[in-house]
């Protein structure tokens, strides 16, 4: 079945710092993926997504690709806030009814 | 509008206890979820409803029920719970032909 791996966490960084978070995913077809954020104590809300091979998301100054030859859709951002410390969740579409299929999640710590 | 509510944010049973997770969300969604978040699992699908007197399993779905009677509403029921139902809940919604699924804050259970 369908599945998406993420690097273990917690990715700890400072103030400024470039973040690189990896994910991978194994499909068949053309699914779709999203990178969710969970912030401490909330539900998860969408932070950006692509749909098709190539195309890129972006949002609050993250970025992620949807690279077909390589399964993969890292997420990035040039330089992280403190504000951006949550658990960042990797995920795909790829049947009906928009079944979302979850990595384990990755916890970001962002200190001053 | 108030998106996608839960209730309660916390709870604790002993175990073979029932009690019902409430779930609403007033954006007319057709599509409803629920998830289990497990640490450092991700998150698992248990049921879902793609409209009104229609639901079907997910990944997860031994030891829970569910019925959705209303567009806005879609309870879970646990019958018997147990030890390995403490998680974190998770109702989702989104509309027909959309791909970004809109989260409430979650319930924590434990069962002791």
């Known amino acids: 079945g369908d599945s998406v791996t993420q690097m273990e966490g917690p990715v700890t960084l400072s103030e400024e710092a470039f973040l690189t978070i990896n994910c991978t995913y194994t499909?068949?077809?053309?699914?779709?993926l999203f990178w969710y954020v969970q912030y401490p104590g909330e539900g998860l809300q969408l932070l950006l997504k692509?749909?098709?091979?190539?195309d890129k998301g972006s949002n609050k100054g993250f970025e992620a690709t949807y690279r077909k030859e390589t399964t993969s859709f890292h997420l990035e951002k040039g330089s992280v806030q403190v504000s951006d410390s949550a658990v960042y969740f990797c995920a795909l579409v790829n049947t009906g009814f928009q079944k979302l299929v979850f990595g384990t999640g990755t916890r970001l710590l962002v200190s001053p | 509008n108030a998106g996608v509510t839960q209730t309660p944010k916390f709870r604790i049973l002993k175990i073979g206890q029932s009690m019902t997770l409430q779930c609403a969300q007033d954006?007319?969604?057709?599509?409803m979820y629920w998830y289990r978040q497990d640490p450092g699992m991700g998150l698992k699908l248990i049921y879902y409803?793609?409209?009104?007197?229609?639901?079907d399993k997910g990944e997860v779905p031994n030891g829970y029920n569910v019925s959705r009677s209303t567009t806005e509403d879609f309870p879970l029921r646990l019958e018997l719970a147990a030890p390995s139902q403490t998680s974190v809940y998770f109702c989702?919604?989104?509309?027909?032909?959309?791909?970004?699924?809109?989260f409430g804050p979650g319930t924590r259970l434990t069962v002791l």
């Open positions: 692509a749909t098709k091979a190539d």
């Open positions: 409803s793609v409209g009104a007197g229609i639901t």
């Open positions: 989702a919604s989104t509309p027909q032909g959309a791909d970004t699924q809109y």
């Open positions: 499909a068949t077809g053309y699914p779709s």
């Open positions: 954006m007319n969604h057709n599509y």
